[in-house]
């Protein structure tokens, strides 16, 4: 089949490569020839360690000074490989708790909304002035379907992702003159950690992941590696056409309201 190649910032922070859509991400990056910068609370996987354009930063994106530590070893990297040419960003760390409003500690909420919103707040404000010196910056902040859609038991996750999403969106027109690619990633269901976390918490699993897979008009859940592809389109040039939008990447769950797993009409 014919090829067509991609041109990629040769540095991107990606948060959350300790699991999931971050590790996925950071990886397909690593293998095409970019310096990853991973941000999270959890260690890297191990396969990581052997890769030499991979730096990881501990701590919680919620906290300033990672975002401290993270320019600081930017600058490392740069002093250590001049020439690097573009920057870009992939804010994929989130966390998820199940439960429903008066059975849950109100707490939860707070939790979400400080990692998966004030996380990627703190990490612009860090890191605009950065992607916009660049010839080629590109932020890419990972939502989710339910920025638009409720989910039961998952109030605390999909108010963070809409509040995620609405600040991503005038962000995003704040900052359209600077040249940066600002984009938002909106995956539905993925094999990834916060999926298999919800399955956990069903009462049946098996059915739960049955009932979902069925109910996806291409017939299965989509894996991170998959995703994955999605942000890395949006770090690249020949995304360029598309600004401050939401590319949603959940095998046609929200195309439709009345599919039938797959019966014709
Ligand atoms: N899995 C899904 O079905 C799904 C669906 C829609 C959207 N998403 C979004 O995709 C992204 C990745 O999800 P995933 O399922 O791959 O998650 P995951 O749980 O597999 O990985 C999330 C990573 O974020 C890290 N993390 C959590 N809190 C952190 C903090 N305070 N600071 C730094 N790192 C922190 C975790 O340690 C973990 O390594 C998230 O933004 C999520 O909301 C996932």
Do not use: C
Not at 82 to 89: D, T, V
Not at 228 to 256: C, I, K, P
Request: aromatic residues 6%.
């Amino acid at each position: 089949m014919a090829l067509a190649s991609l041109t990629l910032p040769d540095r991107v922070i990606v948060t959350g490569t300790g699991s999931g859509l971050g590790q996925e991400t950071a990886r397909l990056l690593l293998a095409n020839g970019v310096h990853v910068l991973g941000v999270d609370v959890a260690q890297a996987p191990a396969d990581f360690a052997e890769e030499k354009t991979y730096r990881h930063i501990s701590g919680s994106v919620a906290e300033a000074s990672t975002w401290e530590s993270a320019l600081a070893v930017l600058d490392e990297v740069g002093a250590a490989h001049p020439g690097l040419n573009g920057l870009g960003y992939v804010g994929a760390a989130a966390i998820l708790e199940v439960g429903i409003l008066t059975e849950e500690d109100p707490a939860a909420w707070r939790r979400a909304w400080e990692v998966n919103v004030f996380g990627n707040i703190l990490a612009l404000r860090a890191l605009l002035p950065r992607l916009a010196e660049e010839e080629h910056g590109a932020a890419v902040l990972v939502s989710s379907i339910d920025a638009n859609f409720g989910e039961q038991g998952l109030g605390a996750y999909t108010s963070s992702k809409a509040a995620l999403s609405g600040a991503a969106r005038t962000i995003a027109l704040d900052y359209a003159r600077t040249g940066i690619q600002f984009n938002i990633l909106a995956p539905g269901p993925m094999r990834a950690g916060l999926f298999e976390r919800h399955m956990a918490a069903a009462a049946n699993p098996a059915q739960w992941l049955a009932t979902r897979e069925n109910r996806q008009p291409i017939g299965r859940i989509p894996g991170a590696d998959e995703v994955a592809e999605a942000a890395q389109f949006l770090l690249a040039r020949q995304s360029s056409a598309l600004y401050g939008t939401t590319v949603t990447a959940d095998g046609g769950l929200t195309s439709s309201f009345d599919f039938k797993t797959g019966e014709s009409a």
